[in-house]
């Protein structure tokens, strides 16, 4: 089940024994990988009204404009934001929706997303939909923290920066967790937190969380994550170098 890149550009992942026309997607990451891929891409095509991830029922099944997860033809083609209630992306999908906006800011889309939050009180992403069920049950969204909103509120610039400057402690605790107790591959959320809050607009905490950062097991994590079944080694050479390129080794 290797990943592949559809027509759109989007980074996809085909379930087992899907083929043909009536294939069945398991897009539930897509926008999550899509958002890493043109991040880190230095040559990376703005292409947000075209084929990003959150704008595909538009143009594929005549839906409301609303944030997506990869369309299914099938389970998964009526989850999307019907409302700012009613949704199905977690938080891993928003910070790959987050990363694809540092690269191609839209003031729209960031306003749209702070819409969102706010009416989850601040406190929740909206994975309010169980994945892949036949029918839509409620379940509760994930929780965001500190580290959510140290990615996020730098698509506001330097208006945010007194805020960030404090936040991003949280990244030092992170990292000292990652450094003692991580040891599964689903690293690159966790990566990508650290990478971009060091790139952009860089306070003291997230130069600190990135100097203590444990490189070379993240980069083997990292490796284990892009480079087994999913078979997309470039993502992890995009990975590998912006990593060297924060600590001036180019």
Not at 119 to 138: A, M, Q
Not at 167 to 182: C, G
Request: with cysteine; proline share 3%; charged share 20%.
């Amino acid at each position: 089940m290797s990943l592949i890149v559809d027509n759109y550009g989007c980074l996809i992942q085909l379930e087992r024994g899907s083929i043909g026309k009536d294939a069945q997607f398991d897009g539930g990451d897509s926008i999550c990988w899509t958002g890493h891929h043109k991040y880190y891409s230095e040559i990376a095509v703005e292409d947000l009204h075209n084929y990003m991830p959150f704008t595909y029922y538009f143009r594929r099944f005549g839906k409301t404009f609303g944030y997506v997860r990869h369309p299914s033809i099938g389970r998964e083609s009526s989850h999307y934001y019907k409302h700012p209630w009613a949704a199905n992306m977690s938080h891993e999908q928003l910070i790959g929706l987050i990363l694809y906006l540092h690269k191609f800011p839209s003031f729209k889309e960031t306003m749209r997303i702070f819409v969102h939050l706010m009416c989850w009180g601040f406190l929740f992403s909206h994975n309010t939909v169980k994945n892949n069920d036949t029918e839509l049950k409620f379940k509760w969204p994930d929780v965001l923290f500190l580290d959510f909103y140290s990615v996020y509120l730098r698509l506001f610039g330097w208006f945010t920066y007194p805020i960030t400057s404090i936040i991003d402690v949280w990244l030092v605790v992170l990292v000292l967790w990652f450094n003692a107790f991580k040891k599964d591959e689903h690293v690159i959320t966790f990566g990508a937190k650290i990478i971009s809050c060091r790139a952009l607009k860089p306070t003291l905490f997230s130069w600190l969380a990135f100097k203590i950062l444990n490189k070379e097991k993240f980069l083997k994590l990292n490796y284990r994550y892009w480079c087994g079944f999913r078979k997309q080694s470039t993502m992890y050479e995009l990975t590998k170098k912006r990593i060297y390129k924060l600590m001036g080794d180019k």
